[in-house]
């Protein structure tokens, strides 16, 4: 006896005595339980930043993750009125952000190459 809540029908191929099972339902897919984010805190000093804005949807923080520092370049978007960090960016580590600093004069250069 199939289990109850799930409909399921028998089709006959016509050239074979052969038989399967058809679902005329699609499978829901499992959903992962949500991971709790933690919110920065924004600090309210004139002097004091959180962020560096590049754009209206883009930013650039200072974050410390397992202890060390990261420079995060991150994209932004709009939901419920407030501005939420979206998957498109990267996480640079001290080290990658001093050899990121240090390319910058060869970076500039190849781009006047190809004006």
Excluded: H, T
């Excluded at 520092?69 to 009125?81: S, T």
């Amino acid at each position: 006896m199939p289990p109850r809540g799930k409909s399921k029908k028998f089709v006959e191929d016509s050239d074979s005595d052969d038989e399967f099972i058809v679902d005329d339902e699609p499978k829901a897919k499992a959903k992962a339980p949500a991971a709790k984010k933690a919110k920065a805190e924004r600090k309210d000093d004139a002097g004091d930043r959180d962020f560096f804005e590049l754009s209206s949807k883009r930013r650039v923080s200072i974050n410390e993750f397992k202890g060390k520092l990261m420079v995060d370049i991150r994209e932004y978007y709009d939901a419920d009125g407030e501005s939420k960090p979206g998957r498109k960016g990267i996480c640079l580590s001290m080290d990658q952000w001093e050899k990121l600093k240090s390319l910058i004069p060869k970076i500039d250069e190849e781009l006047a190459s190809r004006k």
